[in-house]
């Protein structure tokens, strides 16, 4: 594609790996609550139905992932127990929020070429001090025109950041690897989308794509640095 797009990209497991970090806390979760006879399945399980209630009210972020353990806690009838568990809960929280960031392979090459050619800019949702904290410890900063954190990626909020930043959404398009967050709203928009799938997506921000083909404005890469053939 020529050159003067604006290109909104994702951060998390886009740019650099996030959930699996979470996948491991609730690992680690699940099993302590098998001490107090919760089934790894039953706690699983519960958490989802937490997480997606949860979120809708709270937003996103480490601290009210943190709450919504607590609210595992009493779910699964540990009421009692959460005083012995509290220390181990805030522990595991306090370690995610201090985890180095990984980026994803190629991600500074691939950033430091897009942004010769077009507007970029980081879009991302979640409690605005933490995504802002990740994004200066990736040390990326610098390789975006503009930084947009937002509350939730649903397709008015690409509207009013296609408002805000003075952009056409038929000369936009928005790179990330959550189908529901990323790519179905952006398209609602009028933005164009590139999936860019990322193996340890949590389920929550899974959802159907059209088949391929099926939507020009929807293009694939399998991996971060593909995004050179594509803009
Ligand atoms: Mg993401």
């Known amino acids: 594609m020529g050159p003067g797009l604006t290109l ?7 740019l650099w790996e996030n959930n699996i970090y979470f996948d491991s ?11 107090y006879g919760v089934a790894s399945e039953r706690t699983r ?15 996103y972020g480490s601290v009210n992932f943190g709450a919504s353990l607590e609210v595992l806690c009493e779910h699964v009838g540990l009421v009692h127990a959460l005083e012995d568990l509290r220390p181990f809960l805030r522990a595991e929280i306090a370690a ?8 994803l392979p190629d991600v500074p090459d691939t950033l430091a070429y897009l942004r010769r050619r077009h507007r970029v800019v980081l879009f991302t949702k979640g409690n605005h001090d933490e995504q802002w904290d990740k994004v200066v410890r990736s040390g990326l900063r610098d390789h975006f025109h503009q930084v947009d954190v937002v509350r939730e990626k649903d397709a008015g909020a690409y509207r009013d950041a296609a408002r805000r930043l003075g952009v056409r959404p038929d000369r936009a398009w928005m790179i990330g690897n959550s189908p529901k967050s990323d790519i179905l709203p952006a398209r609602d928009a009028g933005f164009g989308a590139v ?8 389920a929550l921000e899974l959802a159907e794509l059209p088949p391929d083909n099926h939507d020009a404005g929807i293009l694939r890469v399998e991996t971060f640095a593909r995004l050179r053939e594509v803009f």
Do not use: C, S, Y
């Open 8 to 14: 909104f990209i994702d951060a998390d497991d886009t």
């Open 25 to 35: 806390v609730i690992g680690r979760t699940a099993t302590r609550l098998e001490e």
């Open 45 to 59: 399980e519960a958490l989802m139905a937490i997480e997606r209630q949860r979120t809708r009210a709270h937003g």
């Open 96 to 103: 995610l929020r201090r985890k180095r960031l990984e980026l």
């Open 195 to 202: 999936f860019v799938p990322h193996p340890g997506t949590w």
